[in-house]
C-alpha cells in the first residue's frame, strides 16, 4: 500500500484559515476528486469537521484523540449513519487509521468492497490538515501538491513539506479562477 498525501497551497505553504481553505478554486476541488477517488482518505478531526460528511466513493477515516466523537463533537444523526454505513470510520491514531485503510484495500482486492478501485493501485490518500500531515510526512511516499501562485491570510501552514525531500515526476500548470495553479506530483 502507498501512502499519498494530497495538499494545496500558496506560496508561503499556506493551507487553512479559521478552519476553512484560504480560497475557493473549483478547478482545484475537481482535480483533488479526480485524484482521490475510490481511496481512502485520512484526515484530522477539524478537517473532516470542515467537510462536515463523507465524500462520494471515498471513506473517510478521521483520527481524533476523543474516544466520543463524533457522538460528542456537536453532530448531526447523519454522522451515526455515515459509521453505520462505513463510510466514516474513526481512529485514534495515524497508524490505526493507516491500518483500517489496509484492510479496507485488502477487501476491494478480494473482492469484498472496500475502496481502492480507480487506479489499481493500493493507495490511502492523506488529505490533511497540517497536524496530520506532520504525523504522516515521514510515512508518504507519493505528494499531489497544488501550489497557488500567490499569497493568501490565514493561520495553517503546511510546515511539515520540504521540498528538498522530493523529486518533481510531473507538473502541469494552468490558469484557472483568477489564479496560477501548479498541478505537482512528488516523490521520494
Ligand atoms: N489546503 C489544503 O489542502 C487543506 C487540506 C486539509 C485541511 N486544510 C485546512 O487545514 C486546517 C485544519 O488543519 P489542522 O492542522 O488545524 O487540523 P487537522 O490536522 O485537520 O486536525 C487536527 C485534529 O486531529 C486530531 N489529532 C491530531 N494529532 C493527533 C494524534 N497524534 N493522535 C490522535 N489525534 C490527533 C485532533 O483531533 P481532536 O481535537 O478531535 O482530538 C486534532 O485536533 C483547516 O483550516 C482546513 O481547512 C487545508
Known amino acids: 500500500m502507498i501512502i499519498s498525501m494530497v495538499m ?3 506560496r508561503n505553504r499556506l493551507i487553512g484559515s479559521n478552519g ?10 475537481k482535480y483533488f476528486k479526480k485524484v ?4 481512502p482518505m485520512i484526515m ?3 478537517t473532516y469537521d470542515s467537510i462536515g460528511r463523507p465524500l462520494p466513493g471515498r471513506t ?10 463524533p457522538a460528542d463533537g456537536g453532530h448531526n444523526e447523519a454522522q451515526q449513519q455515515y459509521l453505520d454505513n462505513g463510510q466514516l470510520r474513526v481512529a485514534s491514531t495515524f497508524d490505526a487509521a493507516v491500518a483500517i485503510a489496509g484492510e479496507l484495500l485488502a477487501e476491494k482486492q478480494t473482492g469484498q468492497g472496500g475502496d481502492g478501485e480507480s487506479t489499481g493501485e493500493a493507495e490511502v490518500a492523506v488529505i490533511g490538515g497540517a497536524d496530520i500531515c506532520k504525523l504522516a510526512m515521514p510515512l508518504c511516499k507519493r505528494l499531489y501538491l497544488t501550489v497557488i ?3 493568501f491570510e490565514g493561520d495553517t501552514w503546511l510546515t511539515s513539506f520540504e521540498r528538498d525531500d ?8 494552468v490558469t484557472v479562477d483568477g489564479y496560477s495553479l501548479s498541478y505537482q506530483v512528488l516523490e521520494r
Open 8 to 10: 494545496v497551497m500558496d
Open 44 to 46: 484530522g478531526r477539524k
Open 149 to 151: 501562485d500567490a499569497e
Open 20 to 29: 476553512k481553505m484560504p480560497w475557493h478554486l473549483p478547478a482545484e476541488l
Open 36 to 39: 482521490t477517488m475510490g481511496k
Open 60 to 69: 473517510s477515516i478521521v483520527v481524533t484523540r476523543n474516544q466520543s466523537w
Open 166 to 173: 522530493w523529486s518533481l515526476a510531473s507538473e502541469t500548470t
